[in-house]
C-alpha cells in the first residue's frame, strides 16, 4: 500500500523548451512555479530559435517538430532521445471563397504558406503528390504566420496554409475567410502513417543520468495535455498568461483544433518511425539524411 510514497523523486531542474503552438500550449501545467519548482519552461517563436539552445545543451527538454528531432539525432552523433509525441496534425488550408473543397482543387492555383524547410512543407508537397497536382499548384512560401494572416486578411493571398492556433486568430476578424480544407484528413485518405508533426525530445546524456526525473516529466506532461484538452476554459487563460496567444477566446477555440496529444513507448516508436520514413522517401534531408537507428526512441 506504501509503494507509491517511496517512489524515489527526482527533483533535478529541468530546462525545457517549447514553440508557440500546440505544443507549448500542451505543456502550459508546467510552467506553473509553484506546483513545478524544478522545471523552467521557455516558449520560443520558431524552430530556428529553439535549435542551436538544443545544440549547446542549454536545454534538457525540447518540443520540436518532428523531423527536426531526427536533424538533431543525425547532427549530434545520436545524443538525442525521442520521448513521445505532442501534436498530432494541425495544419489548414484557409480560403476566401468557396472554390477549394479537396486538395484536387488546389490545381491552377497559388497558395500561400508558412513552414518551408519544416514539416509544413513537406506535409504539403506529399498531398499535392498524392492527389496528382504537384506540378500545377505555385506555392509560395511567407517567413511570418503573422504576415501570411495579414495577406489573408486584405485579400493580397486568396488561399493560405496555416497551422493552429494561427488559423483560428486569422479567422477570428475575418468573416470573409473559411477553413477550406483540414489537411489532418487529407493526409489520412492519402497514407496510413498517422501524422505526427510535433514530439518531445531529451539529450540523451540528460536521459541517462536522470531517469527518474525523465519519467515524471513524462508522467506530468501527460498529465498537462489531458488537462489543456479536457479543461479549455482554464487552460486558456494559462496560454495567454503563457504568452502563447494573446487572446482568451481565441485560445479557447484554437484548442480543440490543435491536436494536442500524448503517447509514448510503442505506440509512439510505430506513430514516429512511420512519420520519418514518409518524409525520408519525400526528401531524405528533411530528416536529416537518414532514418534514426532504434535507440532514438525513449523506452522501447
Not at 2 to 25: H, N, V, W, Y
Not at 95 to 113: C, R
Amino acid at each position: 500500500a506504501f509503494a507509491a510514497c517511496s517512489k524515489k523523486q527526482d527533483d533535478t531542474e529541468i530546462r525545457i523548451a517549447a514553440l508557440k503552438g500546440p505544443t507549448g500550449m500542451g505543456m502550459v501545467k508546467l510552467a506553473d512555479k509553484q506546483n513545478y519548482p524544478n522545471y523552467t519552461v521557455s516558449i520560443e517563436a520558431s524552430p530556428d530559435a529553439l535549435n542551436p539552445r538544443i545544440i549547446s545543451g542549454e536545454v534538457d527538454v525540447a518540443a520540436v517538430p518532428v523531423n527536426l528531432a531526427s536533424v538533431l539525432y543525425n547532427k549530434l552523433d545520436g545524443d538525442i532521445s525521442v520521448l513521445a509525441v505532442s501534436t498530432l496534425g494541425v495544419l489548414y488550408v484557409v480560403e476566401a471563397g468557396s472554390e477549394v473543397n479537396s486538395v484536387a482543387d488546389l490545381a491552377g492555383k497559388t497558395v500561400y504558406a508558412t513552414g518551408q524547410g519544416a514539416t509544413p512543407e513537406y506535409i504539403l508537397n506529399y498531398l499535392l503528390d498524392k492527389n496528382g497536382v504537384a506540378g500545377s499548384v505555385e506555392v509560395n512560401y511567407v517567413g511570418e504566420h503573422a504576415a501570411l494572416a495579414t495577406m489573408l486578411a486584405d485579400g493580397s493571398a486568396e488561399i493560405g496554409m496555416l497551422p493552429e492556433p494561427n488559423v483560428t486568430s486569422t479567422l477570428a476578424g475575418n468573416d470573409n475567410l473559411r477553413i477550406a480544407l483540414n489537411l489532418t484528413e487529407e493526409w489520412n485518405k492519402v497514407c496510413s502513417t498517422e501524422l505526427v508533426q510535433g514530439v518531445v525530445i531529451a539529450r540523451k546524456s540528460f536521459v541517462n543520468e536522470h531517469p527518474e526525473a525523465i519519467e515524471q516529466f513524462l508522467r506530468e506532461y501527460e498529465k498537462s495535455s489531458a488537462f489543456v484538452n479536457e479543461n479549455i476554459d482554464e487552460a486558456a487563460k494559462l496560454i495567454v498568461d503563457a504568452g502563447i496567444l494573446g487572446n482568451v477566446e481565441i485560445a479557447k477555440k484554437a484548442i480543440p483544433n490543435c491536436n494536442i496529444s500524448f503517447s509514448k513507448g510503442e505506440a509512439m516508436h510505430k506513430a514516429v518511425e512511420g512519420m520519418l520514413t514518409v518524409l525520408f522517401e519525400a526528401n531524405p534531408k528533411s530528416i536529416g539524411g537518414k532514418l534514426p537507428d532504434k535507440d532514438f526512441y525513449y523506452g522501447i
